[in-house]
């Protein structure tokens, strides 16, 4: 599977940013796909998962209730939605994709996570 990821840019505080991955050469309705981030000089990190129908969405704690991701299966895409955005949020931003069966206990945990795409520069100035 491929993935390619755009939409981020260059936004200010309180704004927002809708990022899309699109997925090639795969069954991607059969993955759970996830978002992670990576600011400069810190550890990449989980942002955001949603199941292979879009039932179940799982959030890390910094970006609940201001991030929303969603999929559209016909079209291949997945989606992050950034609202409220923060200075803290400036980062490149990864889609990624796992298995379907993995447990939703470990959405988070960047290892589980088998195609990734190349990422998608965001920053939130003030």
């Known amino acids: 599977v491929q993935l390619q990821a755009s939409g981020g840019g260059l936004v200010q505080a309180g704004g927002s940013l809708r990022l899309s991955c699109a997925a090639s050469?795969?069954?991607?309705?059969?993955?759970?796909m996830g978002w992670f981030r990576q600011a400069p000089g810190k550890e990449r990190e989980f942002v955001a998962a949603i199941s292979q129908n879009g039932g179940i969405r799982k959030y890390s704690d910094s970006v609940k209730g201001r991030f929303t991701i969603s999929r559209e299966n016909a079209k291949n895409t997945v989606y992050l939605q950034l609202n409220s955005l923060r200075l803290e949020d400036t980062a490149v931003y990864y889609c990624?994709?796992?298995?379907?069966?993995?447990?939703?206990?470990?959405?988070?945990?960047?290892?589980?996570?088998?195609?990734w795409g190349q990422g998608t520069q965001v920053t939130v100035s003030s």
């Open positions: 050469g795969g069954a991607f309705s059969s993955y759970v």
């Open positions: 990624a994709a796992t298995w379907g069966d993995l447990s939703i206990s470990l959405w988070n945990r960047i290892h589980e996570y088998v195609y």
